[in-house]
């Protein structure tokens, strides 16, 4: 056969192979150029509630319950500003860890929750009065 020849089975074995290939693609979820199709969400996710946005109060407990419990047992002190606080948290977290001790000395089981409740009632009052003052340190 001559050039014609190979020409013309080189084609005709190429379209099928073509086809084939971009069957696969479109069951695999890739596009022609090799980056993913775009899917549909799952009902599982599409159907999950946004979450919710967390209040000054909440961030304010988590951040001085932290560091309590850091400082409680043994394991950081520092400057507020390394413990990435404002200067009126971390009022609230020196009272909290003295509350804590005191509960240690009376032999209170639950240090922790001793803890949770005078870091909640410390930052509910500081946001209740205002929070963080103009400069970074209140």
């Known amino acids: 056969m001559g050039r014609g020849g190979t020409s013309r089975s080189a084609g005709a074995l190429r379209t099928p192979l073509l086809a084939a290939l971009a069957a696969a693609l479109a069951v695999?979820?890739?596009a022609a150029d090799g980056s993913r199709a775009a899917r549909a969400p799952s009902p599982s996710m599409a159907d999950a509630p946004s979450p919710e946005a967390t209040s000054d109060v909440d961030l304010c407990v988590s951040i001085v319950r932290h560091w309590s419990r850091e400082v409680l047992d043994g394991r950081g002190y520092g400057d507020y500003q390394s413990m990435g606080m404002s200067g009126g948290q971390y009022d609230i977290l020196r009272e909290?860890?003295?509350?804590?001790?005191?509960?240690?000395r009376r032999g209170t089981?639950?240090?922790d929750m001793v803890m949770e409740r005078q870091a909640r009632e410390g930052c509910a009052a500081w946001y209740r009065s205002g929070g963080p003052g103009e400069g970074p340190w209140r």
Do not use: E, K, Q, S
């Not at 909290?96 to 240690?104: G, I, L, P, S, T």
């Open 109 to 111: 089981r639950d240090v």
């Open 28 to 30: 695999t979820g890739c």
């Open 96 to 104: 909290v860890v003295d509350a804590a001790r005191a509960a240690r």
